[in-house]
C-alpha cells in the first residue's frame, strides 16, 4: 500500500500536535491535585496544632467541613477578595464524602489599605448551615437565620464562644488589612473545576450527594478528616 505526501504529513502534524494536547489534562490535575494538598495542610494546622484548642472539640459535631487554603485580600480604595477550596460533607462516623470544589469572594468598597492572606477552615455544624451552602451561592451576612461565629485572627468579631452557631470559622491570616471582613462575602460551586478533577457532569451535588465520583488523589485528605 502506497501514502500520497498529504497523507504522510498529515499523520506527521498529528503526531507532533497529540503529545501537547494529551499533556494538558496532567498539568490540569495537577493544579488541582496541588489545592487538595494545601486544603490538607490548612485542616492539619487547625485542626491539630495548638493555635485552635477548641477546634477538635468542635470537629465531632460538625456535619461538613470548608477549607480554604488561600483567600487574599487586598487594595487602595477598592477592596476585594477571593480563593478557592474544597467542601466536604460527613457521611457517617469516621466518613467523609469525596471533596467538591468552591470559590470564596467578596467586594467591598471603601478605605482599605494593605494586604491580607488568610487560610480559612469553615465547620458547619447544623443541617441549616449544611443546605444553604448546597442549595445555592450562600452569601456570609445575608442568609436568613443562618449564623457564623468567627474564631482566630485578622477577622472582625471574633469569639471562642461558637455554642449554637450554624457555622464556626477559623482563621489564621498574614498581613494588615484595615476593615477587612468575611461579612459579604459568598461561596459558590465551582463546577469546571469539579468536571477537572473528576471528570465530565462532575458537579457538587453529584460529589457531595449522589456519591457519584471519586478521585484518589482525595484520599489523604478523607482519611484524615476520618479521625473526627
Same mark, same amino acid.
Given at each position: 500500500?502506497?501514502?500520497?505526501?498529504?497523507?504522510?504529513?498529515?499523520?506527521?502534524?498529528?503526531? &507532533?500536535?497529540?503529545?501537547?494536547?494529551?499533556?494538558?489534562?496532567?498539568? @490540569?490535575?495537577?493544579?488541582?491535585? @496541588?489545592?487538595? *494538598?494545601?486544603?490538607?495542610?490548612?485542616?492539619?494546622?487547625?485542626?491539630?496544632?495548638? *493555635?485552635?484548642?477548641?477546634?477538635?472539640?468542635?470537629?465531632?459535631?460538625?456535619?461538613?467541613?470548608? &477549607?480554604?487554603?488561600?483567600?487574599?485580600?487586598?487594595?487602595?480604595?477598592?477592596?476585594?477578595?477571593?480563593?478557592?477550596?474544597?467542601?466536604?460533607?460527613?457521611?457517617?462516623? $469516621?466518613?467523609?464524602?469525596?471533596?467538591?470544589?468552591?470559590?470564596?469572594?467578596?467586594?467591598?468598597?471603601?478605605?482599605?489599605?494593605?494586604?491580607?492572606?488568610?487560610?480559612?477552615?469553615?465547620?458547619?455544624?447544623?443541617?441549616?448551615?449544611?443546605?444553604?451552602?448546597?442549595?445555592?451561592?450562600?452569601?456570609?451576612?445575608?442568609? @436568613?437565620?443562618?449564623?457564623?461565629?468567627?474564631?482566630?485572627?485578622?477577622?472582625?468579631?471574633?469569639?471562642?464562644?461558637?455554642?449554637?452557631?450554624?457555622? &464556626?470559622?477559623?482563621?489564621?491570616? $498574614?498581613?494588615?488589612?484595615?476593615?477587612?471582613?468575611?461579612?459579604?462575602?459568598?461561596?459558590?460551586?465551582?463546577?469546571?473545576? $469539579?468536571?477537572?478533577?473528576?471528570?465530565?457532569?462532575?458537579?457538587?451535588? @453529584?460529589?457531595?450527594?449522589?456519591?457519584?465520583?471519586? $478521585?484518589?488523589?482525595?484520599?489523604?485528605?478523607?482519611?484524615?478528616?476520618?479521625?473526627?
Amino acid at each position: 500500500m502506497t501514502l500520497d505526501r498529504r497523507t504522510v504529513l498529515s499523520w506527521t502534524a498529528a503526531a &507532533i500536535v497529540t503529545p501537547f494536547f494529551a499533556a494538558a489534562p496532567s498539568r @490540569a490535575d495537577a493544579r488541582h491535585q @496541588a489545592l487538595v *494538598d494545601r486544603c490538607l495542610a490548612t485542616g492539619r494546622k487547625v485542626l491539630t496544632g495548638k *493555635d485552635y484548642p477548641d477546634a477538635p472539640k468542635s470537629m465531632p459535631r460538625a456535619k461538613a467541613v470548608m &477549607i480554604i487554603p488561600e483567600l487574599v485580600q487586598g487594595g487602595f480604595i477598592l477592596g476585594a477578595a477571593g480563593g478557592r477550596g474544597v467542601f466536604v460533607v460527613r457521611r457517617a462516623a $469516621n466518613s467523609w464524602t469525596y471533596p467538591a470544589f468552591f470559590d470564596m469572594g467578596s467586594g467591598s468598597l471603601g478605605f482599605q489599605i494593605g494586604g491580607k492572606v488568610s487560610e480559612i477552615v469553615f465547620m458547619i455544624m447544623t443541617e441549616k448551615g449544611l443546605h444553604a451552602i448546597l442549595d445555592s451561592k450562600f452569601k456570609f451576612g445575608a442568609e @436568613a437565620g443562618v449564623t457564623m461565629v468567627a474564631v482566630g485572627t485578622g477577622i472582625e468579631g471574633g469569639s471562642t464562644t461558637a455554642g449554637g452557631a450554624d457555622i &464556626i470559622a477559623y482563621s489564621a491570616s $498574614n498581613g494588615l488589612f484595615a476593615g477587612a471582613s468575611i461579612e459579604g462575602s459568598y461561596l459558590d460551586s465551582d463546577n469546571e473545576w $469539579n468536571a477537572a478533577y473528576y471528570g465530565p457532569g462532575a458537579t457538587a451535588r @453529584a460529589i457531595i450527594i449522589d456519591q457519584r465520583f471519586s $478521585n484518589p488523589g482525595a484520599e489523604p485528605l478523607r482519611q484524615f478528616l476520618a479521625k473526627w
